[in-house]
């Protein structure tokens, strides 16, 4: 039995050790704590719309099916049959009456439970004790969530503030919905996965990371490029880990944040006046979708949902997708252009981050890494909810992160 | 069908395919950018048949934004190519076809090994089929469109900043 890791001494108030983005046995540890035993995002309901439709995900090393079910619901089961653990199903995504193992057949419902075997005659175990293991499943607004085991925070504790962020996601649909239809791109990391979430609510690091960026293209990233105080994006620490970069007070007219105009997308501007009436739709309008992340695995990235997936102690995947919109397609066009702009592989974004990540885990592989987190501790402001924010640039988000991630890891929440 | 097409015709249009990777190979971003159509379009999708107006691709420029590209990367600040990674693909397998509108069309298998040297240091294989649309220019030709379809484009793939 290894000695209990002492998260107390690695995650301190204003500094971690680097470790924690190195170490094998953390990781391990992790898998078992973060994603085994506690909440984790699967995906979202409009990924299968219609009953059968099916996409499978891989948390941790286990690989998972979310499926809508005849009745309608959504459930999340392990992909491996229960009779000599074949994988259940290889496709990423389809449509299925029921799943039928290709190894000798035995065939699984929608819900997961057994409904027959092949050759019955030598094979006397009543079916339901064989059903696939379903885990425990929960929903908001159609992001679906899940845990393996009997979850010990409740749905709405675990997610806490995290609700609002996704109301302002889904809210910048005229419907209130989002469709995720336009397939997962998938980034290869060879950086540890607590990187892309710390990365993604870092407002410290544009100017330097994406300076070939700012200085190639005319964007809104160049009004952030300035002194310090002329900085006027925020950074939240919202609790149990989930974190933003608030770039609203930064923008300087209604729609920046799609580097539009409310003359270029009329009907978009008006449909949103329906929905909501004219001061709250120009306010939402103005303000622009959260930049967010929702601990552990999910990142309401602007106008794209993007989920992080740890695949080993130094690697893991960042899948992303655009965030249609439901009642403004013509908005799709734009918002694919804008998602391969910023994410993925071939980006102008994350491709330098990704870059930046794998010399830091290089970096932080030896010696005595310890990595500061103090920026900001001199001015962040607390209010009565808890909710902590400063300054763009400041740690407050990856302080916010790591100390959940101590409590978790510490089975000190529940 | 492809229409019969010279000897000579399909050997230019070859050596132009030739000359266009060895700039990319090279990080000749100027030279390789000046071998674009005004309405050229720059497209690695994840997979083969996917629509870019209802999909999401790895990348698809139009020309604006294919100039962006090569602006950032003669910045000297684009850390996922800096410095340049070691590259030199093999192109194979060439079919040529004429289309109706003038324009012609060439694929070919290509076989990319890069060596990443930004972060890791790691050797890379990629590999896929190019879809070139060209047409005459000057005493050459200039690309309208240029379609990769990687063998992996819908698995996880590392950096693909360089020019592919
Ligand atoms: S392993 Fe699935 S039927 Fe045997
Ligand atoms: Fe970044």
Redesign the pocket.
């Given at each position: 039995m290894p000695a209990k890791i002492d998260y107390h001494h690695l995650i301190q108030e204003d500094k971690i050790h680097g470790s924690l983005y190195t170490d094998e046995a953390i990781y391990e540890d992790e898998l078992e704590k973060l994603f085994y035993s506690s909440w984790v995002y699967i995906g979202h309901e409009s990924e299968i719309k219609k009953r059968g439709d099916y996409v499978t995900r891989d948390i941790g090393r286990s690989s998972v099916i979310m499926v809508r079910n005849k009745d309608e619901s959504v459930k999340v089961m392990v992909n491996r049959?229960q009779?000599?653990?074949?994988m259940l199903c290889n496709e990423s995504q389809g449509n299925k009456r029921n799943f039928t193992?290709p190894?000798?057949?035995?065939v699984f419902g929608l819900n997961g439970d057994l409904l027959d075997v092949s050759y019955p005659g030598g094979f006397d175990k009543p079916l339901e004790e064989l059903n696939l293991e379903v885990l425990v499943t929960d929903s908001y607004r159609g992001f679906v969530f899940a845990c393996f085991k009997k979850p010990t925070i409740s749905f709405d504790d675990y997610l806490g503030h995290g609700k609002a962020l996704i109301d302002r996601a889904c809210n910048m649909s005229p419907n209130g919905k989002i469709d995720l239809k336009g397939g997962w791109i998938r980034q290869h990391f060879d950086a540890n996965w607590k990187m892309l979430p710390e990365n993604d609510t870092d407002g410290y690091h544009v100017n330097y990371v994406h300076q070939s960026f700012v200085m190639a293209i005319d964007s809104q990233y160049g009004d952030f490029v300035g002194a310090e105080d002329s900085i006027k994006g925020v950074i939240k620490n919202w609790g149990n880990g989930h974190t933003e970069i608030d770039f609203a007070p930064g923008y300087k007219k209604m729609l920046d944040w799609l580097g539009s105009t409310p003359e270029k997308v009329k009907s978009y501007v008006d449909s949103m006046t329906k929905t909501y009436g004219k001061e709250k739709a120009d306010q939402m309008l103005y303000d622009g979708p959260p930049h967010a992340c929702i601990f552990p695995n999910l990142f309401l990235a602007e106008m794209n949902i993007v989920i992080f997936q740890p695949t080993g102690v130094n690697s893991a995947v960042q899948w992303s997708t655009p965030m249609f919109l439901e009642g403004a397609p013509e908005l799709d066009f734009k918002l694919l252009r804008q998602s391969e702009g910023a994410l993925g592989p071939a980006a102008f974004l994350l491709a330098d981050d990704a870059t930046i990540a794998e010399r830091a885990q290089k970096a932080l592989s030896a010696g005595t890494p310890w990595c500061d987190l103090s920026r900001g501790l001199n001015r962040e402001t607390e209010d009565s909810d808890g909710v902590k924010t400063s300054h763009m640039t400041d740690e407050t988000s990856n302080r916010g992160f790591w100390h959940h991630y101590r409590a978790l890891m510490m089975g000190e929440l529940s | 069908m492809s229409q019969i097409m010279s000897a000579e015709l399909t050997k230019r249009l070859e050596d132009f395919v030739i000359k266009e990777a060895k700039l990319a190979d090279e990080g000749e971003y100027q030279a390789w950018e000046d071998l674009w159509a005004d309405d050229g379009v720059y497209w690695v999708p994840l997979k083969e048949g996917d629509d870019p107006t209802q999909q999401v691709s790895h990348l698809y420029d139009n020309r604006t934004r294919l100039a962006t590209r090569i602006r950032q990367l003669k910045t000297g600040y684009r850390y996922s190519q800096m410095p340049i990674s070691g590259m030199r693909r093999v192109i194979s397998n060439y079919e040529f076809f004429a289309e109706a509108d003038g324009r012609y069309r060439v694929e070919a298998n290509f076989f990319l090994p890069e060596y990443s040297i930004q972060s890791i240091h790691d050797f890379r294989l990629w590999s896929g089929r190019y879809i070139y649309t060209l047409s005459p220019r000057d005493d050459g030709f200039q690309i309208h469109i240029k379609k990769v379809l990687l063998v992996n484009g819908s698995e996880p793939i590392p950096s693909l900043a360089f020019l592919i």
């Open positions: 049959c009779h000599r653990g074949n193992c190894y000798h057949g035995w | -």
